[in-house]
Nanobody
Framework: VQLQASGGGLVQAGGSRRLSCVAS????????VGWFRQAPGKEREFVAA????????DYTDSVKGRFTISRDNAKDTVYLQMDSLKPEDTAVYYC???????????????????WGQGTQVTVSS
């Protein structure tokens, strides 16, 4: 599976951004997908995840109520809608695919096998 993340950019605090993760290769609709982020000097951290069907989602506490993960399996795409952005959301955002069916959804980077290249999101104050 090859993943391509896009949609990053510069946005003012309070603004919105939608990230996309497009997959190619193996049957994307079979895999859970997670979004992670990594700020300079920090470890990669979990942001959100969605099950293969879209029926289950999970979010880290700091983005609950502001970010929404969704997927369109017909388009092999997972989205991360980010609203009410804060400067502390600034990071490189990565999407990743988990080959193992698990509930609760994976929240650790080691649980994900395929990774996209990342897209930079910068939130200015």
């Amino acid at each position: 599976v090859q993943l391509q993340a896009s949609g990053g950019g510069l946005v003012q605090a309070g603004g919105s951004r939608r990230l996309s993760c497009v997959a190619s290769g193996r049957t994307f609709s079979l895999y859970a997908v997670g979004w992670f982020r990594q700020a300079p000097g920090k470890e990669r951290e979990f942001v959100a995840a969605i099950s293969w069907s879209g029926g289950s989602t999970d979010y880290t506490d700091s983005v609950k109520g502001r970010f929404t993960i969704s997927r369109d399996n017909a388009k092999d795409t997972v989205y991360l809608q980010m609203d009410s952005l804060k400067p502390e959301d600034t990071a490189v955002y990565y999407c990743a695919a988990d080959l193992v069916f698990r509930l609760p959804l994976g929240v650790h980077p080691y649980e994900y096998v395929y990774w996209g290249q990342g897209t930079q999101v910068t939130v200015s104050s």
